[in-house]
């Protein structure tokens, strides 16, 4: 005898920033962050890190249900190189 289990797995593929764009060079330490919304997702995560591609030494959100965020702490020295992400999260299916 044997139990049958199925599973959903989560998406998890990045939603694509919309603004800034890339190579944007920042004015103040205040950046609105915009984003695609993606079908299923349920929640974003913005990571915001100048030490490479998904990085997010600079900012780690807590999950959000919008596709926009400002934030208002930018280190000047982000203002040269940084990335930021927004990865998802969806509802099991």
Known sequence: ???????????????TM????QGSTFAGSSVTFNWTSETGATGYYLWIGSTGVGSNNIYNSAEKTTTSYTFT???PMAKQSMSASAPITTEPG
């Open 1 to 15: 005898m044997h139990n049958d289990y199925s599973y959903t797995a989560e998406a998890n593929v990045p939603a």
């Open 18 to 21: 919309t603004s800034p764009s």
């Open 73 to 75: 702490q930018m280190p």
